[in-house]
């Protein structure tokens, strides 16, 4: 008895030193056994049994005690690393890690809302531990995975096997990167910003087990340390990212400072050289030195004046090429051409005295379009002080006769044409009339384009009642009106509206011309052809009505001309036929039945018709002008032969 008494005591000395050395639960239970082996029995070994059960429970609460410990620790290392500034990015791997460390997880990260993304949703960001692979863009849906069920519910939630839980919405994405992992059991806990979820920190296990009470507590404590230090970062990123950006604006604004500074001393002497009566030369070399690039001054009509800078051969011939096109090149904001090459137009008011080109390169800054604007503006009032004003005033000369010629008020014939061959322009010549009606609000260059293209073609150019007028040497107010138009297309905004008339030879006649011109350009707006070109030549019928003296026959040979000269020349019945086809309402049958002739005749006479007069003969508007003519034929040849005997007029067959 004493033995077993013995055997209990020292059973119970033994558990006692296990649970002071911290031993491993299974040397309890071997004590246990020892001492029943030992014949230990009945209410000793009942006894025995219970201080291992307490040693045990006392052991385990040691043990929490002791992780609980280590977690503080962990927390409080936490909160000293995020208490330095960091940001965003960095703020985010130190909570992962610190997590993933704390529960001592496989792999940890957060989940954020995709901002800025087309769609809405969450993307995984910072993820810590050892993994196989992860796809940086990974997205997760709304409302799918356990990051949606947290920012639902505000609260943690885990799950021991993720892809075997079906109490949440699965993302397939997300599912097929947790398999490739091997990740089983997955804690996620809101992540807070200034008492709003922005988010969850994920921890995840790559084996099936369940989170204790305390693991969750220890992961929501990290998320609320790591949520303060987020909403810092953030705030400590978008003040880093707005000083950034002072700093580039108060750098930028020293910059422009400086700019405009340079430009206006730049500007001072250039002004300074031409008050100083320097010549056009100087000046170029002047702007050649504070452009940095070569420069060349070209009349109105491409003639170099002055050149500066270190130019090639063909860089020279290229200048000279693009000079000759100055005058469709008269925005005042430089325009880039072929090669590097910088166009600013040099104006008097609306008169232009020639162009400033600059070599210098693909891109201009800002600074050197405006002293290139300002360089243009300068260079004006050089040429016009060498020419006394001359083309300025042989500009507003020239508006002024055309103003005079527009008027009802008689002017003496000799006075007006004196005063034209002052101007180099003989009104004796034919000329023709082009009205033009620019759209929307391109009426300053217009007028500015207009007068250059007068200039070119020696010729004249006003504004009349809100329209622009030019008289232009030439006989064809079509082309005239097509070349006008084609200039002013080259503007911004919609194409004009342009006509034309004539020709006219005596001074007279320009004011009918313009009343003609501006019929026509009325026609066609109200026959919805504005943006086009036309003359009242090109209107048929419509042209007749408009023009002040009807030229009948022009009408009549520009309709049916072909047709009359084929039957003249072949002694054919071409005219009788389409006469015939119209009278009877458009039927080849009944034309044969009319002219006796076999309705295979008639089909092979209109195809010869549709091959002298085009295709669309038939078509509803040519088929009325057809008409006209050949009413207007007959009553021609009537009239004819009224004034002649029978026999002149045996070669007339277009009836």
């Known amino acids: 008895m004493s033995q077993k008494k013995d055997a209990s005591i020292a059973a119970v000395l033994a558990l006692l030193d ?17 001492a029943r082996r030992q014949g230990v029995s009945g209410a000793d070994l009942r006894r025995v049994e219970q201080i291992k059960r307490l040693a045990l429970a006392i052991q385990a609460r040691l043990e929490r005690r002791q992780q609980w410990s280590a977690a503080l620790t962990t927390l409080v290392d936490t909160a000293s690393d995020l208490a330095s500034p960091h940001t965003v990015e960095d703020t985010l791997k130190i909570i992962t890690r610190r997590a993933r460390l704390l529960l001592g997880a496989d792999v940890a990260w957060v989940t954020l809302p995709a901002a800025g993304d087309d769609e809405a949703g969450f993307r995984l960001h910072s993820l810590d531990g050892h993994v196989t692979m992860l796809n940086a863009r990974l997205r997760l849906p709304e409302g799918a995975g356990l990051a949606a069920a947290v920012l639902a519910h505000r609260a943690p939630l885990w799950t021991s096997d993720y892809l075997t839980d079906d109490s949440f919405r699965h ?48 992961v929501s404590m990290l998320a609320e340390i790591g949520g303060v230090a987020l909403d810092r970062a953030v705030y400590l990123d978008e003040t880093v990212a ?22 206006a001393a730049a500007q001072g002497a250039l002004l300074d050289l031409v008050l100083g009566g320097c010549d056009a030369q100087l000046l170029v070399e002047e702007c050649r ?15 170099a004046i002055a050149a500066s800078g270190d130019l090639s051969e063909h860089t020279r011939e290229e200048f000279t090429r693009v000079a000759k096109d100055a005058g469709t090149l008269l925005d005042p904001s430089p325009a880039l ?44 009032v050089l040429l016009s002080l060498q020419e006394g004003g001359g083309a300025v005033v042989e500009g507003q000369l020239g508006d002024e006769l055309l103003g005079d010629l527009l008027i ?30 620019p759209e929307g609000d391109a009426q300053g260059h217009a007028v500015t384009r207009a007068s250059s293209c007068a200039r070119r073609m020696n ?29 002013l297309s080259t503007l911004p905004g919609s194409p004009p509206t342009v006509s034309g008339a004539g020709p006219v ?9 313009y009343r003609e011109a501006a019929r026509c350009l009325d026609a066609m707006t109200a026959l919805g052809a504005t943006g086009t070109p036309a003359s009242t030549h090109e209107m048929g019928f419509v042209g007749l009505l408009l023009s002040d003296q009807v030229d009948a026959e022009r009408f009549i040979q520009s309709t049916i001309g072909a047709v009359l000269d084929y039957d003249e020349q072949r002694l054919t019945e071409l005219v009788r036929t389409l006469d015939a086809y119209f009278e009877t309402g458009g039927s080849p049958t009944y034309a044969a039945e009319r002219l006796h002739v076999h309705p295979n005749t008639v089909a092979r006479r209109l195809e010869r018709i549709g091959d002298l007069i085009g295709p669309d003969w038939q078509r509803p508007e040519r088929a009325l002008e057809i008409q006209l003519a050949l009413r207007m034929s007959r009553i021609r040849r009537v009239l004819r032969e009224r004034k002649a005997p029978a026999g002149d007029a045996a070669g007339d067959q277009d009836a």
């Open 289 to 303: 030195l504070r452009l940095g690039a070569p420069v060349l001054l070209c009349g109105p009509h491409g003639t």
């Open 242 to 263: 707005e000083m950034s950006a002072l700093r580039e604006r108060v750098r930028r604004a020293e910059s422009e400072r400086a700019d405009v500074r340079g430009l």
């Open 337 to 380: 051409l072929d090669d590097g090459i910088w166009s600013v137009p040099v104006l008097a008011g609306s008169h232009h005295l020639g162009a400033l080109y600059v070599q210098a390169g693909p891109a201009l800054a800002g600074d050197t379009a405006q002293l290139l604007r300002y360089a243009a503006r300068v260079a004006a």
């Open 408 to 437: 009802s008020v008689p002017r003496p014939r000799e006075v007006l044409e004196r005063r034209a061959r002052r101007l180099g322009i003989g009104l004796d010549q034919p000329h023709v009339v082009v009205v033009a009606r």
């Open 459 to 487: 010729g004249l150019q006003t504004t009349h009642e809100g329209d622009i007028v030019l008289l232009l040497p030439g006989t064809d107010p079509g082309a005239a009106a097509r070349t006008v138009h084609d200039e």
């Open 171 to 218: 993302a397939d994405e997300l599912d097929q990167w947790i398999s490739a992992e091997g990740l089983h059991a997955v804690l996620a806990v809101p992540l807070s910003r200034a008492a709003a979820t922005a988010g969850s920190l994920h921890v995840a296990d790559r084996s099936v087990r369940p989170f204790s009470a305390d693991e969750i507590a220890q």
């Open 18 to 34: 296990l649970l002071a050395g911290e031993g491993p639960a299974n040397r309890f239970e071997a004590v246990v056994e020892e």
């Open 505 to 513: 030879s005596d001074p007279g006649a320009v004011l009918h011309g």
